[in-house]
């Protein structure tokens, strides 16, 4: 099983509709999680960490389900401009080591 | 700027030669990953520094490839006697007390 999945898509969606990603991950002693957002031949940039308490950012809101080691991606009235991929990330920090693993990407085309 | 840079942004070697990579992270942060990606795919985690020690690194960094960080600032990743199989793009970020990790722009290596 991979550490970090997720649904590689294409998610193919309207301008205006909402959609969601979901991820799961394997090791349950991991801390910390977030999603980054990566365009065609670009570095990942960090698009928001993830809390258990789940959190919201404009348009973005993520959740975190430590019980059934899943995370989510919502975005509301998609933007042609949120065209991108999305990467699931989930850190393992064993007091000697920080380890950043990322899922595969979920392909998000947002179109008019 | 004060963000992660990488140099050069791209490389293209023959098959055979060897090829050192640099990473300069945010002057801040103790924590400095390096990653590889190819098409399609998330990025794969390849070593992880703390200061100037190495302490992880991942069962795909075969014997050809050593990464250091010898004064706990900057990183050289090289690759010896590179293989087709080594073309991809290669990613270093690097984070601080916080988990969340900063990418450079990337290195892509063309091996020919």
């Known amino acids: 099983r991979k550490e970090v999945e997720q649904d590689p898509g294409p998610f193919n969606v309207p301008e205006g509709a909402t959609v969601a990603f979901n991820c799961t991950y394997s090791n349950s002693a991991s801390q910390s999680f977030f999603w980054y957002r990566q365009d065609c031949r670009k570095e990942p940039k960090l698009l928001m960490s993830?809390?258990?308490s789940g959190n919201e950012d404009g348009r973005f809101t993520a959740q975190l389900n430590r019980a059934s080691q899943y995370i989510s991606l919502l975005i509301r009235d998609s933007k042609l401009s949120d065209s991108a991929t999305y990467l699931c990330v989930v850190n393992l920090n064993t007091g000697t080591a920080s380890k950043l693993t990322f899922g595969t990407g979920t392909r998000l085309q947002v179109t008019l | 700027d004060t963000g992660v840079s990488q140099d050069p942004r791209h490389k293209i070697t023959k098959r055979g030669q060897n090829v050192t990579f640099r990473c300069d992270p945010i002057s801040e942060h103790n924590r400095l990953y390096w990653y590889r990606q190819t098409l399609g795919q998330g990025p794969e985690f390849l070593t992880y520094f703390q200061n100037e020690a190495q302490l992880e690194k991942s069962r795909l960094l075969s014997d050809r490839f050593s990464a250091e960080r010898p004064k706990g600032s900057f990183s050289t990743l090289e690759i010896q006697r590179t293989e087709q199989g080594d073309s991809a793009m290669y990613l270093c970020?690097?984070?601080?007390?916080?988990?969340?990790?900063?990418f450079g722009q990337g290195t892509r290596l063309t091996v020919v």
């Open positions: 993830v809390y258990s």
């Open positions: 970020a690097s984070s601080g007390k916080r988990a969340e990790a900063f």
